[in-house]
């Protein structure tokens, strides 16, 4: 049985709070390095608690993930900080539910910028920097199943356009650079408790329990139910998987 062994350092966009946070944790539960990439100026004090709880270096920068250059710039500082990385997790995401007759230009674009943009500069700055030092990696790019079914009863044409392109991007780069081993995947949550959903289901509990109805197991994912996939991923345990979107949802899209 192969074991779970991580590569080297990882850096993961979103990582101040949420999801992003939770796989971060994950990720230095099995002692690897961390840079966590946040437009929140607390991504430094999450880094700390990672630091403080797991023993490993993390380290937390404000980035904007629309901004080409500063994640380059980020990804420079990461590589002399704590080295090269090797496992790229992309977590930064957000949404904007609203009838599609109503959505403004702004709206469209910045839901594209964060999710899909966002995504692409930085698996190309992590792409680059394997290219350059001639080192294998994996990326995990968070997805959702929202990229291959269409929600309801929320409308979020733009969210669920622009997961369904991370899922595709991450294809096309993993054959782009299969052949110098590195490796992309992507996951596609469900319906997940997190601070995107928060914002949400606070407000109108009735919806949560629309959700829950629909979700054969019967309860919305917690964070730690991603830690083995995207552990799994990042590992030479799945040094044969690429190119693939694997959607983790409680049997949501089965029905």
């Known amino acids: ?37 946040d437009i929140l100026p607390d991504v430094a004090d999450s880094a700390a608690r990672i630091t403080a709880e797991y023993g490993v270096r993390a380290i937390g920068l404000v980035v904007d993930v629309t901004d080409q250059d500063a994640v380059a710039s980020a990804f420079t500082q990461i590589a002399a900080e704590i080295g090269t990385p090797q496992i790229l997790l992309t977590a930064a995401g957000i949404t904007v539910w609203n009838d599609s007759v109503d959505v403004s230009a702004a709206e469209w674009r910045r839901v594209m910028s964060v999710n899909l943009d966002g995504t692409f500069f930085a698996a190309q700055a992590f792409g680059r920097g394997l290219l350059a030092a001639g080192l ?79 979700i054969p197991v019967g309860r919305m994912g917690q964070p730690g139910d991603l830690h083995g996939l995207v552990t799994f991923l990042a590992s030479d345990a799945s040094s044969y998987l690429t190119g693939q979107d694997l959607v983790i949802d409680g049997g949501y899209t089965a029905i």
């Open 136 to 214: 294998p990696g994996s990326a995990v790019f968070v997805a959702s199943m929202s990229g291959s079914i269409v929600n309801v009863p929320q409308f979020q044409a733009s969210y669920n356009a622009s997961k369904a392109a991370v899922a595709h991007l991450g294809k096309s780069l993993a054959v782009e650079w299969a052949a110098a081993g590195i490796r992309v995947n992507s996951i596609s949550p469900g319906y997940f408790l997190s601070d995107m959903t928060a914002q949400f289901t606070e407000q109108n509990p009735e919806l949560a329990r629309e959700w829950v109805s629909r």
């Open 1 to 37: 049985m192969t074991e779970v062994s991580l590569t080297g350092p990882a850096v993961v966009t979103g990582g101040a709070r949420g999801l992003g946070y939770s796989l971060a944790q994950a990720l230095a539960a099995q002692g690897s390095a961390v840079a966590l990439l």
